[in-house]
């Protein structure tokens, strides 16, 4: 069962999520990376994994989609308070424990779930993040440099993004999928001005229990060997530094979960 998008009160705010699958079954709390809405986690790989026995639950973040939205630059809040939304959306949906997937700057938000939150968490997947170590390595120097778009012209915005996206692609790159995805982002959003730019802008505070070290709870890590925007040893930096992870390498993927690894993702996730 798919259910339409439903807004929730949650924290103060208001939280936009849509569920697949059976409630009964464990849940998957999807949570993508930086400035991305729900549309982001494809509903046909959403789809996919009900159809493997999981509840899913993808979200718009505060400041993405139909969430709440604060002023652009001004966001207000803490990576610790978009934890809390995780967590009070977790309530909002009357699910005691999720299988947590975070992807890219996220991965900052899954391990806050991960030892401040760790009851509501059945295990922990890092796609395309980091531990954010110095020393680790830049983005590839062949990723062309966007700087930022006009925000009062929509189609510079569109056009903006959607050469990000194909930026980071590693070749995985179908022009028509992502300019439809980056309509379909910009039609739902309250201010893509915002959402663009305010999770970068917020406080970046850690989890008040531990770090990568300190998770308990069973942790899978999944990065492209072709990832531009934090290349391989990302991945491998987190796979060390949490005793008795585990990575699978996705050879050729860029920065993110494109189509061809959709398959390998659910497998992966569905033995956790």
């Not at 009160?9 to 409630?23: H, L, M, Q, W």
């Not at 986690?41 to 989609?65: E, F, H, K, N, P």
């Not at 915002?194 to 802008?201: D, E, K, P, S």
Request: hydrophobic residues 40%.
């Amino acid at each position: 069962m798919t259910t339409t998008e439903k807004l929730h009160p949650v924290n103060g705010i208001e939280i936009c999520a849509r569920t697949f699958g059976d409630p009964a079954d464990p849940a998957v709390l999807l949570i993508h990376g930086g400035g991305a809405s729900m549309v982001w986690w494809d509903s046909r790989l959403c789809d996919a994994l009900a159809a493997r026995g999981r509840y899913v639950i993808r979200y718009d973040q505060r400041d993405t989609g139909r969430s709440t939205a604060f002023p652009a630059g001004a966001p207000g809040y803490a990576m610790s308070d978009l934890a809390a939304d995780a967590v009070g959306l977790l309530d909002a949906l009357g699910v005691d424990q999720a299988h947590v997937v975070a992807q890219s700057m996220s991965g900052g938000i899954g391990l806050q779930l991960g030892i401040d939150h760790s009851a509501r968490v059945a295990s922990l997947t890092f796609v395309s993040t980091s531990t954010g170590d110095e020393g680790l390595p830049p983005p590839s120097s062949d990723m062309p440099r966007l700087g930022s778009p006009d925000f009062n012209d929509a189609d510079a915005v569109e056009e903006y993004v959607v050469r990000s996206i194909e930026a980071e692609a590693a070749g995985h790159f179908d022009e028509a999928a992502a300019r439809e995805l980056v309509r379909t982002d910009m039609a739902r959003a309250r201010n893509y001005e915002g959402a663009l730019t305010n999770h970068f802008a917020m406080e970046f505070d850690g989890p008040k229990g531990g770090d990568f070290g300190d998770l308990k709870v069973p942790v899978l890590v999944l990065h492209g060997s072709a990832d531009p925007l934090l290349p391989l040893p990302h991945g491998e930096a987190v796979r060390n530094a949490v005793p008795g992870s585990r990575l699978v390498v996705l050879d050729g993927m860029g920065h993110g979960l494109s189509e061809p690894y959709w398959a390998t993702f659910v497998d992966e996730l569905v033995t956790l």
